[in-house]
């Protein structure tokens, strides 16, 4: 009898978290390393939402609360949804949760069978692709074209929905390419969904950037188009729009009240609830008057530092960047300079365990920490499946402008290195 269970065998990771190691590998060597692994911003939390949860813990706000959560943090998500989307949102159909990822294993395990067929985005959110294959799903990747910058058309999704599809999942404003779906290609998708889909199939809507958004772009949600609303589990949070990702606070609109019941009843084996002070701080974020006007200062850096970052990324040899329309990313194409540094024939002649777990851009990624000070991601920490020939790097902006740019000027010598990559090559010490 083995200790470990099969299903361990399959489950994926936030590679985010994983690079940190190699971080503090190289900072024990002497790099002095500038980081843009992390997707979360380098604004603390507003003072009037801190106070509020503070205030809160000192008034003895420390005990169990109702699992679906509070009804003030209810009450007042489902006034919000209902105003920004259009739709009838009552507080019976919504679920808090310690951020906005337990959703996303909620809705594996309450709609999906083994065998059923998952749609997600890649590149997407790396725990959309781990939770599809922990339950036994088929994973079914729907490829975002640089091109079309990182959006899909409807014809796509449609060639991907089988009898066999369960479970669709849409993220606008996109992590991690910052991707946006307009409001007519949502409507779009919404047809091809209605038309195509038999009414057990569920959207996942994953709405946790809603709000930073660049150029006067609006945010769209799939539920708004009529039909969909009944189809559809829209996840959003606290951690990026706020500045909360410590706090982890997230919640989902379910369909129905019975669905809402199901992710209740998980929270309950799970987590029981999630801190009743963190919720009330939750409150706070939405009806303090104050937090308009902090959520856009952040969200004018955001842009700021966008508008630095890719032409900046343009101008590297061997580099090619979309303009992303939200969120805090960017997702440059490295193709080039893979073909500049030689790094698809050095790959190729790595022993074959090295090379089946080193992608071109992931040996790019490892350079760029241990011999030019620079914490990237690889395109395979965000959906690996289909992307064999699919180069490039997520840089998150959520950090400040001086080291933007000081990122990419390393990013850019790094590029023209050919001598430092062939040795970082030959040594081989960093490929554990």
Same mark, same amino acid.
């Given at each position: 009898m083995e200790?470990?269970?099969e299903r361990m065998k399959v489950l994926g990771t936030?590679?985010?978290?994983?690079? +940190?190691?190699?971080?503090?590998?190289?900072e024990q060597l002497g790099v002095n390393v500038i980081k843009f692994n992390l997707g979360e911003p380098d604004f603390d939390t507003p003072e009037f939402i801190c106070k509020s949860a503070a205030d809160s813990l000192l008034t003895g706000n420390t005990h169990y609360c109702p699992p679906a959560g509070i009804i003030p943090?209810?009450?007042?998500l489902a006034?919000?949804?209902?105003?920004?989307?259009?739709?009838?949102? +009552?507080?019976?159909?919504?679920v808090v949760t310690p951020g906005a990822k337990p959703p996303i294993g909620y809705s594996m395990l309450t709609y999906v069978n083994p065998g059923d067929e998952v749609i997600y985005p890649s590149p997407g959110f790396p725990i959309y692709e781990s939770w599809v294959t922990f339950v036994g799903a088929k994973p079914i990747p729907l490829h975002l074209q640089e091109s079309k910058g990182f959006s899909f058309t409807a014809e796509e999704l449609a060639e991907?929905?089988?009898?066999k599809t369960k479970l669709i999942i849409i993220n606008s404003p996109s992590n991690p390419t910052g991707g946006v779906l307009s409001e007519d290609k949502i409507g779009e998708i919404a047809a091809v969904i209605k038309e195509r889909c038999h009414d057990g199939v569920r959207i996942y809507s994953d709405e946790v950037y809603e709000r930073i958004l660049f150029d006067g772009s609006k945010h769209h949600s799939i539920a708004s188009v009529p039909g969909m609303e009944n189809k559809t589990v829209i996840v959003s949070g606290h951690s990026k729009s706020f500045?909360?990702?410590g706090w982890r606070l997230g919640f989902a609109v379910l369909p129905t009240r019975e669905e809402a019941e199901y992710f209740t009843n998980l929270n309950i084996n799970i987590i029981s609830c999630t801190p009743p002070f963190n919720q009330i701080a939750g409150v706070e974020a939405y009806i303090n008057p104050e937090s308009n006007a902090a959520?856009?200062?952040m969200v004018k850096h955001f842009e700021e530092r966008r508008d630095y970052a890719v032409p900046a990324l343009n101008a590297i040899d061997g580099v090619t960047c979309a303009n992303p329309r939200g969120a805090f990313y960017v997702f440059p194409n490295i193709a080039g300079v893979c073909e500049n540094l030689d790094i698809f024939e050095q790959r190729d002649k790595l022993p074959a365990e090295l090379k089946n777990k080193l992608s071109p851009s992931k040996l790019f990624q490892l350079f760029l920490i241990y011999h030019h000070g620079v914490a990237t991601m690889d395109r395979q920490s965000f959906g690996s499946i289909g992307t064999e020939d699919m180069h490039f790097l997520r840089l998150s902006t959520a950090t400040d402008l001086e080291s933007i740019k000081a990122g990419i000027d390393r990013i850019r010598q790094a590029a023209l290195d050919v001598e430092g990559f062939a040795s970082f090559m030959s040594k081989r010490e960093h490929f554990s």
């Amino acid at each position: 009898m083995e200790l470990f269970a099969e299903r361990m065998k399959v489950l994926g990771t936030e590679s985010a978290f994983q690079v +940190g190691a190699d971080i503090a590998k190289a900072e024990q060597l002497g790099v002095n390393v500038i980081k843009f692994n992390l997707g979360e911003p380098d604004f603390d939390t507003p003072e009037f939402i801190c106070k509020s949860a503070a205030d809160s813990l000192l008034t003895g706000n420390t005990h169990y609360c109702p699992p679906a959560g509070i009804i003030p943090l209810r009450e007042t998500l489902a006034e919000d949804v209902s105003e920004s989307r259009g739709v009838e949102v +009552g507080p019976e159909r919504i679920v808090v949760t310690p951020g906005a990822k337990p959703p996303i294993g909620y809705s594996m395990l309450t709609y999906v069978n083994p065998g059923d067929e998952v749609i997600y985005p890649s590149p997407g959110f790396p725990i959309y692709e781990s939770w599809v294959t922990f339950v036994g799903a088929k994973p079914i990747p729907l490829h975002l074209q640089e091109s079309k910058g990182f959006s899909f058309t409807a014809e796509e999704l449609a060639e991907l929905i089988t009898p066999k599809t369960k479970l669709i999942i849409i993220n606008s404003p996109s992590n991690p390419t910052g991707g946006v779906l307009s409001e007519d290609k949502i409507g779009e998708i919404a047809a091809v969904i209605k038309e195509r889909c038999h009414d057990g199939v569920r959207i996942y809507s994953d709405e946790v950037y809603e709000r930073i958004l660049f150029d006067g772009s609006k945010h769209h949600s799939i539920a708004s188009v009529p039909g969909m609303e009944n189809k559809t589990v829209i996840v959003s949070g606290h951690s990026k729009s706020f500045a909360m990702t410590g706090w982890r606070l997230g919640f989902a609109v379910l369909p129905t009240r019975e669905e809402a019941e199901y992710f209740t009843n998980l929270n309950i084996n799970i987590i029981s609830c999630t801190p009743p002070f963190n919720q009330i701080a939750g409150v706070e974020a939405y009806i303090n008057p104050e937090s308009n006007a902090a959520v856009s200062h952040m969200v004018k850096h955001f842009e700021e530092r966008r508008d630095y970052a890719v032409p900046a990324l343009n101008a590297i040899d061997g580099v090619t960047c979309a303009n992303p329309r939200g969120a805090f990313y960017v997702f440059p194409n490295i193709a080039g300079v893979c073909e500049n540094l030689d790094i698809f024939e050095q790959r190729d002649k790595l022993p074959a365990e090295l090379k089946n777990k080193l992608s071109p851009s992931k040996l790019f990624q490892l350079f760029l920490i241990y011999h030019h000070g620079v914490a990237t991601m690889d395109r395979q920490s965000f959906g690996s499946i289909g992307t064999e020939d699919m180069h490039f790097l997520r840089l998150s902006t959520a950090t400040d402008l001086e080291s933007i740019k000081a990122g990419i000027d390393r990013i850019r010598q790094a590029a023209l290195d050919v001598e430092g990559f062939a040795s970082f090559m030959s040594k081989r010490e960093h490929f554990s």
